[in-house]
């Protein structure tokens, strides 16, 4: 906006409209009135909140809201004013920004490998930042995120909010990747069922491609030797444990029949969340695995374990598939799912149930926020869609 445009609107003299709202007049609720009012005046109003300036109003006529303006000039000026202070005050929240431009995910195998190798590379900047939690043990920013998700793992799985936490938090290591490491795309995911079928397997996926991909699978597990990550050491796993070890991958074809179009067309039939997120989630909440327990254990290693699963990249593009299931089983039935949330808020009793309120936390890597923030993700804080 030029400058000398709103010096000009700012030092026009002539007077404009104001229509005000008034309290309780005796034969109505609420009353309207025009009046009209010099640019001074009203900068007068809006800035000093001297609404005595704006003439002899008696006490009870005062205006109790915000002016209704009745002209453009007026109208632009007030809500200009009104966005600085708000913004300047710090009072303007996640929940009022705008969404105007949402990222596109995209599965992997639809990146250019320049795209491709700018995830990767800035992957590989997150595990040389330093750490910024105070968590035992930390040395990167990669390991800031997987020690949060072991340090909450006895409550962001089997309970109700399983699949908005994990939203979350791979929204929040998306935004880092931007912010920190300079990343310009959106998180891709892996949509393993396109690895499903007649002469296919997870381990020849371009996903696990040692030059282009992840990295692959050695031959009878263990240490991954190749591919961008082979040479970082991780800080933890598995489970809690603070152990200094390489990445690990163990390559379980009986998982493959659990990672199919099947398979994900059964769990977005389910007709209420509930269902969803159960039929979802799998092991230990159901008798047999289902895609996200499959996923995990497909890959082995490191992504076998439920709380150091974090230490292996992939499983960030393996919750964006799960998290794209969501998408599709809520934009189903938009009006009726993309707010429906249900089931236990803890894994032991006593529990009470998961409502839209219930707050996501994620330590010191995002701000917390109820759940009624990351259902909807073509909205502010998450702002992305799935291709
Ligand atoms: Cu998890």
Request: proline share 7%.
């Amino acid at each position: 906006m030029p400058t000398t445009f709103l010096a000009r609107l700012y030092a026009d003299p002539s007077p404009i409209m104001i229509t005000f709202l008034y309290p309780a007049r005796p034969r109505s609720d609420v009353g309207f009135e025009s009046q009209a009012f010099s640019i001074e005046e009203i900068k007068k109003f809006v800035l000093d909140g001297q609404k005595e300036s704006l003439g002899d109003l008696r006490e009870d006529e005062k205006p109790v809201m915000i002016p209704l303006v009745a002209s453009f000039k007026a109208a632009f000026l007030v809500l200009f004013t009104v966005a600085c202070i708000l913004v300047q005050s710090g009072r303007m929240s996640n929940r009022v920004l705008r969404c105007y431009e949402p990222l596109e995910r995209r599965e992997w195998r639809n990146l250019t490998s320049y795209q491709q190798r700018q995830y990767t590379d800035a992957v590989k900047c997150m595990q040389c930042l330093p750490a910024t939690t105070s968590f035992k043990a930390v040395n990167t920013r990669f390991d800031d995120f997987q020690a949060l998700h072991i340090n909450l793992a006895p409550e962001i799985h089997l309970v109700g909010h399983f699949l908005p936490w994990h939203r979350r938090f791979i929204a929040t290591f998306e935004k880092a990747l931007r912010r920190e490491c300079g990343y310009e795309g959106a998180l891709p995911y892996w949509d393993w069922t396109l690895d499903y079928g007649r002469n296919k397997s997870i381990t020849t996926s371009p996903i696990f491609d040692p030059l282009t991909g992840f990295g692959g699978f050695p031959k009878g597990g263990g240490c991954v030797t190749d591919g961008p990550f082979a040479s970082y050491n991780l800080s933890f796993g598995p489970g809690p444990v603070i152990n200094n070890h390489c990445l690990t991958r163990s390559y379980n074809k009986t998982l493959a029949p659990y990672l199919t179009p099947a398979q994900v067309a059964n769990t977005t039939k389910q007709p209420t969340f509930e269902l969803f997120r159960i039929e979802l989630e799998g092991r230990p909440f159901t008798e047999t695995i289902k895609i996200h327990d499959a996923g995990h254990r497909i890959v082995g290693g490191e992504m076998q374990d439920d709380s150091s699963s974090p230490g292996d990249p992939v499983f960030y593009l393996h919750h964006a598939n799960l998290d794209r299931i969501w998408w599709i089983w809520q934009k189903a039935d938009a009006i009726r799912r993309v707010y429906e949330i249900s089931g236990r808020s803890t894994v032991d009793p006593p529990y009470r149930n998961v409502t839209l309120d219930f707050r996501l936390k994620m330590g010191t890597l995002a701000e917390l926020v109820p759940i009624r923030d990351v259902m909807d993700t073509s909205r502010a804080p998450l702002c992305y869609t799935y291709i």
